[in-house]
């Protein structure tokens, strides 16, 4: 923790809503400046493009983005020379198999080779990711990247109907509220940004009525945030009967998988169905839900690959961030699993369509013949009496189900359950099932539904 944070965290609440507003409002200007309206604009246009027009848009970036590595990047200079590949011989998003896959690792490591020289030092700005499982990436981007990517997230989130000017109820992982703090309020203004911002670290049983309060007094037409945090709100509104008193307009997801139990739990307490969009720091890749829900890829954004997984079911998603000339990541193991859908869908937008995200390569159970069983969260599916859920498993062929249950958690909710686990597990994997009062969330706030402490050993022994 910074010193600021700290400071921070001594402040009583109506300082600290100053400070969010000023910091709110110079991310304004750093997010919103004059280029990103220039960029939304821009993409909007590209919107309905034909399938052509947009690869040879998405080629012609990535091409000129491959000669920009060779020439600004250490790296990337120096594995071309190297390998004797030319930069003029990938011109194409099937050409950049001629490339080896990048690994964060290996970012991380030579971390100042992979920054380009043609960026001075006073035009870079450092973004990071989260790293909820450890590991969290620092690395180089510029005000313009980032307000191309704000403009494609904003780009999606107009074709649902919402404007930048909305007020946006915000339940992620920032830490505005000090952890000590036992009384109201647990949320904090950021009005340059029509943000409330609320804790995630105060969102116990006997808080969560304040937070449905104040909800119906400021009336934000928008939520967005942690998917696991929002169905939380959800599942307590549902199990006491409460309503808001208002409509809620628009819901959006972001930073966890969205499971089809959360999607649920919001219809039924809000009168929504969310709407998500997966991206990250990086700029790798981008996929972006359209109106008839389907995962459309932002093929101008972004160079996406997906591979075959070879170790169990779904592919990898692969991606070059041709929008960051600071950091150039070309062929990047994100580490998440997808499915893939008909490439076809209503709304006519060119992008290939993701079935599913199925969440990173560890988000997977091991049985005890080997198999890597994904998507377990169908398991909970008709689990209305589950607040939250999360699978951990220590030993190949064990699982733990650690359930955190609503008061109209029954003996048959557990017999039901059970019954889900076996038709996908068998009747050799051991099931234990452990109820506790609330989730461990990382340092951000997310929630991992997955947890494996399985030994390194076995693991290599399972994927052999």
């Known amino acids: 923790m910074t010193s600021l944070e700290t400071l921070y965290l001594k402040m009583p609440p109506t300082v600290q809503n100053t400070l969010c507003s000023l910091q709110g409002w110079r991310i304004q200007q750093s997010r919103y400046g004059k280029q990103f309206y220039s960029f939304l604009d821009a993409a909007e246009h590209r919107t309905f493009w034909s399938v052509e027009k947009t690869k040879q848009y998405r080629d012609k970036r990535l091409h000129a983005f491959i000669q920009h590595a060779y020439e600004t990047v250490p790296f990337y200079r120096d594995h071309f020379q190297k390998t004797g590949i030319l930069p003029e011989e990938i011109k194409t998003l099937e050409d950049l198999g001629k490339l080896p896959i990048l690994t964060k690792e290996e970012v991380q490591k030579q971390y100042t080779k992979f920054v380009s020289t043609a960026i001075p030092d006073n035009k870079q700005i450092i973004a990071h990711t989260s790293g909820t499982t450890g590991g969290g990436l620092r690395f180089a981007t510029t005000t313009q990247a980032s307000q191309e990517q704000w403009a494609i997230w904003w780009r999606y989130r107009r074709w649902h109907g919402l404007q930048t000017n909305a007020w946006c109820g915000y339940f992620g992982g920032r830490s505005v509220v000090p952890l000590p703090q036992n009384r109201p309020p647990f949320w904090r203004y950021n009005y340059p940004g029509r943000q409330i911002l609320f804790s995630a670290y105060h ?18 037409p928008w939520l967005h945030g942690y998917p696991s945090l929002l169905a939380l709100l959800a599942s307590f509104m549902l199990e006491n009967g409460l309503e808001l008193g208002y409509r809620i307009q628009w819901i959006t ?15 039924r307490a809000f009168g929504v169905s969310p709407r998500q969009h997966y991206g990250m720091a990086e700029a790798v890749a981008n996929f972006s839900e359209c109106e008839y829900g389907r995962l459309h890829v932002d093929e101008d954004f972004a160079a996406v690959e997906f591979l075959p997984n070879p170790n169990g079911p779904g592919y990898k998603v692969i ?8 950091t150039p990541l070309l062929r990047y193991d994100i580490q998440d699993l997808v499915t ?21 390569a560890e988000d997977y159970v091991i049985l005890k013949n080997g198999a890597r069983l994904g998507r377990m969260d169908h398991i909970f599916k008709d689990s209305v009496n ?79």
Do not use: H
């Open 386 to 464: 589950v607040r939250e859920a999360q699978i951990y498993q220590r030993e190949i062929g064990q699982i733990i189900i650690r359930i955190v249950r609503s008061t109209a958690y029954s003996d048959q909710d557990e017999t039901e359950l059970l019954q889900s686990i076996r038709r996908r597990t068998g009747n050799d994997t051991e099931i234990e099932i452990e109820y506790v009062a609330a989730l461990a969330r990382s340092k951000t706030g997310k929630l991992r539904f997955v947890v494996s402490d399985i030994p390194e050993g076995q693991l290599k022994q399972a994927y052999q």
């Open 203 to 220: 969102m116990r049983p006997d808080n969560m009525i304040l937070y449905v309060n104040e909800l119906r007094r400021s009336r934000p």
């Open 340 to 360: 893939l859908a008909d490439s076809t869908c209503p709304c006519a937008r060119p992008g290939r369509i993701v079935g599913s995200v199925d969440g990173r």
């Open 253 to 267: 997801i972001g930073a966890e998988n969205l499971l089809p139990q959360q999607i649920e739990l919001m219809q």
């Open 319 to 326: 991606g070059t961030n041709f929008s960051n000339p600071a």
